[in-house]
């Protein structure tokens, strides 16, 4: 039978485990008691803490992703912007366990000497998952209660700070950091932190002299080695930045020999190499240098950094050709770096826009760096408001690639011309997918043969609308997106048809290709989109006097527009005088003549007085009476007739209020008066109206028609008041007889909306199209195709936008609306404006314009257009005479379009500056 022995506990471990157990139950005032609580607070929870903080800032470093085309944070902590972008407080088991142990002696180790570190564990653990005002309170605690620490007082008012800086209060946290560097000069150690933290500081305030000096001595100081070697790359790259070439080299030389991580390692070297080509002046090889970084396998997920690198410095050094083709190899070669690749575009497009002159190729690069730079970037706002403006500029250069090009094809020998269409064409039809993000790039090659190039010289990098195929697939797309697969015919913009207008069609034999099915064929489906593409272009060409004409305007009108987009929006008098003489040169006689030596004469005012003279006086000699001419003379004149039309305004409503009160005697007093007053101002046709309607109310046939003969024989071109009396004149001498038996000519009124006579209410009918009645021409089917072509060029990324309340739903009911933003204007004149242009100009549309107000908007509305297009060429054909209708200053009001359905939506100013960004960004 086997013998068991009893082994007794050892008496000294027994006696350990008894005062463990009691030191971590007993919480009390006794010497005893407080040791035992600083050896567990110690070792069971402070000990454990930081290594779980160790290790989580070991994590960061493993996936803290730096962008070293920006000076790098000091701490790797997400920076201000980007922490608005987190989920505060997100779950983290190793930061939760550092917050409970911190908790635990707080509750469990009252007595210990450990308290104020547990406060700081709670702070950091707090800072590190975002909780940066939980953060702040804890450090503040910490430094009020411990003050007499020096040590725990600095490292607390450091952390605070750090977690005020995270939260953007910068000022305060400024604040914080003079009374902490105050207090350290008497702590002659732990100096390296709270130094890259005030260093830190002056990076955001670009105070980078202060900040180079605070590294220098940080460095000096730290004694752990990963964050030596990231203050000194922050300091040669501030180095850099203050150009102090010499030492910049030392710093990212001692980088590249330390033990650095190997991204780091990899952009020391690299601008390392970049910085001694700035020193010596030497020119960069593709063999040497940079590029001899290529050969190394371990570079190879670097390699769009490296032609980045070079891209830079033939940039430097003004060689942008070469500066734009290693960009473009950049882009071609970026697999993971996004950051890298939006540098890349930002730094084409602004080659592009800055050395080549070639804005609309800028505009894509700028929506592409758009596209994928993060919103934190520093200068994302200004690149958005740049791509934004490039549209307006891409909208007009595109419009004068167009027409030259047209032009062009115009002056070919007719017997040549549809082969030569036909050719330069063919490969259009198919290029729908070609053009992509990575490389957006324009077909500049000429078309036809190099003689035909059509005024190189015009800013538009020699670059035709109808050679770039993006442009053309997208206008070709845009119009199948809108009206659909429509064959080429008359009536082509009606998707059901009569029976009659079939058998008209087939009668003629129609347009249709022979061979081509409606089927899904793709050699069937290309051949019909060539043939569409080549009625499209044959029917726009100016073949005309006439055409060339109108072809001419057009060009006219958008290198003025882009000259003063320069010279008002932009303040860039340079690349302005430049338009502004490219346009002279090209058409030295214009219809903007005047405005353009105007402002010429400011634009070279003060820089080159000789040439300011010379348009001084061409403005005072070739047109005296002009108001441009005037203001030279008398530079309050402006300021003047600013002042006349706001009275003349006041003016006409005080009229129009005696309108509206059939204070008939003193509408015709008043309207003699302004008229006398004020004959050459817009408004006299209006008051002449008011008079005629207050004599028609007042008086017999006779004498209201001798007021509206006047007003056509005196206003033959007005196109708000004429067009409305011609009409009335044409009902009258139809029902001459009755207006004669009448004892006033006027017997009908209404004052909410005055009409001339008694009308019944008009029957529910489908509004007609509208045609547009400034233009010169009857608008042709292939005049609204060719619309659809006439866009900037664009690259179509997968950019997922914000969620919109608004929508691009097509309708059956769109809206013109003006919006007046202010609440307190009476605006009875602007509605009764509204529907004379209406009546006069849109008798048989039926029509009808009503005010809807809100808090601090009123809106008046037109209802309603069948749809966009015809609610467009309204809004044209207004828009010259909308100044005159309103009798409000012109920043008081903005015009659109809507859908029935998004302007039930428009609440208040809010909803409405929505929508006009959304109707900017859609339509």
């Known amino acids: 039978m086997k013998k068991h022995t009893n082994k007794t506990l050892s008496p000294s471990l027994l006696l350990l485990s008894l005062l463990f157990i009691y030191g971590c139950v007993a919480n009390k005032d006794t010497a005893i008691d407080r040791k035992f609580q600083n050896l567990t607070a110690r070792y069971n929870y402070i000990y454990n803490s930081n290594v779980l903080l160790t290790e989580y800032n070991e994590g960061l470093i493993q996936t803290y992703a730096d962008n070293y085309d920006k000076i790098l944070p000091v701490y790797l902590d997400p920076e201000p912007q980007v922490l608005l972008t987190l989920t505060p407080g997100a779950a983290n088991k190793s930061l939760d366990d550092v917050i409970f142990k911190g908790q635990a002696i707080i509750n469990d180790k009252s007595f210990s000497n450990y308290i104020d570190d547990s406060y700081m564990l709670l702070g950091k653990a707090n800072y590190l998952k975002g909780n940066y005002f939980i953060a702040s309170e804890y450090f503040d605690y910490t430094a009020k209660t411990y003050s007499s620490n020096l040590k725990t007082f600095i490292m607390a008012l450091n952390w605070k700070a750090k977690s005020q800086m995270q939260l953007n209060n910068m000022i305060y946290a400024d604040k914080i950091l003079d009374t902490m560097l105050r207090a350290q000069d008497q702590l002659k150690k732990d100096l390296a932190e709270p130094l890259a933290t005030t260093a830190q500081m002056r990076i955001y305030q670009k105070r980078y002299k202060e900040a180079i000096l605070l590294l220098e001595t940080a460095i000096r100081n730290a004694d752990e080695k990963q964050l030596r070697i990231r203050w000194q790359y922050i300091l040669a790259q501030l180095q850099e930045k203050e150009n102090n ?464 003969n006047s007003i056509t024989t005196l206003y033959p071109n007005d196109l708000l008041i004429t067009p409305l009396v011609k009409d009335h004149l044409k009902y009258i001498e139809a029902n001459l007889d009755e207006f004669k038996l009448r004892r006033v000519a006027l017997i009908d009124f209404d004052s909410n909306e005055p009409r001339f006579v008694s009308q019944a209410k008009p029957t529910d009918v489908k509004p007609k199209p509208i045609e547009n009645i400034n233009a010169a021409t009857v608008t042709k089917p292939t005049e609204t195709v060719t619309k659809s072509i006439e866009k900037p060029i664009d690259v179509k990324t997968d950019i997922t936008k914000p969620a919109s309340i608004f929508s691009t739903a097509t309708s059956n009911t769109y809206y013109y609306v003006v919006n007046v933003e202010d609440a307190s204007l009476t605006l009875s004149s602007s509605r009764f404006g509204i529907g004379q242009f209406n009546r006069g100009n849109y008798p048989d549309n039926d029509l009808a314009h009503k005010l809807v107000e809100l808090d601090n908007d009123q809106l008046i509305y037109v209802t309603s257009f069948v749809d966009l297009e015809d609610a467009k060429i309204y809004e044209e054909s207004i828009k010259g005479q909308l100044k005159n209708i309103m009798k409000v200053p012109a920043n008081k009001y903005k015009s659109f379009i809507i859908s029935k359905e998004n302007f039930e939506k428009l609440t208040d100013r809010t909803r409405i500056n929505e929508y006009l960004e959304f109707y900017k960004n859609n339509y």
């Open 245 to 708: 070439l010499q030492n910049a080299f030392i710093n990212f030389t001692k980088v590249e020999n330390s033990n650095a991580p190997f991204e780091m390692y990899f952009h020391a070297n690299l601008e390392r190499i970049r910085v001694k080509a700035l020193i010596s002046g030497y020119k960069v090889d593709e063999d040497k240098a940079l590029l001899s970084l290529l050969k190394d396998d371990k570079n190879f997920d670097y390699i769009d950094q490296i032609y980045y690198k070079v891209g830079e410095l033939y940039n430097t050094e003004g060689n942008f050709g070469k500066a734009e083709e290693n960009y473009q190899k950049s882009i071609a070669n970026s697999t993971r770096n996004q950051n890298q690749k939006a540098l890349s575009y930002l730094r084409i497009a602004d080659l592009n826009f800055k050395e080549f002159k070639n804005y609309i190729k800028a505009k894509l690069y700028y929506d592409s760096t758009v596209a994928i730079l993060p919103k934190n970037f520093p200068d994302y706002d200004s690149i958005v408001k740049k791509a934004e403006n490039l549209q307006y500029l891409s909208d007009r250069y595109t419009i004068i690639a167009k027409e030259d090009t047209l032009q062009a094809f115009a002056k070919l020998p007719e017997s040549e011309r549809a082969n030569k269409i036909k050719d330069y064409l063919r490969a259009k039809v198919e290029v729908a997918n070609v053009a992509s993000l990575g490389n957006p790039s324009l077909d500049n090659a000429a078309f036809l043969n190099p003689s035909l190039n059509a005024n190189p010289s015009n800013g538009t990098g020699n670059t035709f609308y109808f050679n770039n195929n993006a442009a053309i697939s997208n206008g070709f797309s845009d119009f199948k997106k809108r009206w659909g697969n429509r064959q080429l015919e008359d009536n082509w913009r009606q998707s059901v048809r009569s029976s009659a207008q079939e058998n008209n069609q087939i009668l003629a034999g129609g347009n249709t290709v022979p061979g081509i099915s409606s089927s899904t064929d793709p050699d069937a489906k290309a051949l019909a989109d060539q043939t569409s593409l080549e009625k499209q272009f044959t029917e726009a060409l100016p073949i005309t006097a006439q055409l060339v004409a109108l072809s001419n305007q057009k060009i006219i009108d958008a290198y003025f527009e882009i000259a003063s987009f320069y010279q008002q929006e932009l303040n860039d008098k340079a690349e302005s005088n430049k338009v502004y003489l490219e346009l002279l040169k090209r058409f030295p006689e214009n219809n903007h003549l005047v405005a353009i030596y105007y402002s010429l004469y400011l634009n070279y005012k003060g820089s080159e007085e000789g040439k300011s003279n010379e348009y001084r006086q061409l403005v005072l000699t070739k047109f005296p009476e002009s108001n441009f001419a005037k203001t030279i003379l008398n530079p309050t004149y402006s300021a003047k007739q600013d002042e006349l039309e706001n009275a003349i305004n006041r003016n006409y409503n005080q009229v129009f209020d005696a309108y509206i009160m059939k204070d008939y005697g003193t509408v015709i007093k008043q309207s003699n008066e302004n008229i006398s007053t004020y004959p050459n101002n817009d408004l006299a046709p209006q008051y002449a109206y008011l008079k005629a309607i207050a004599i028609g109310r007042t008086s017999k046939v006779d004498a209201l028609l001798t007021e509206f």
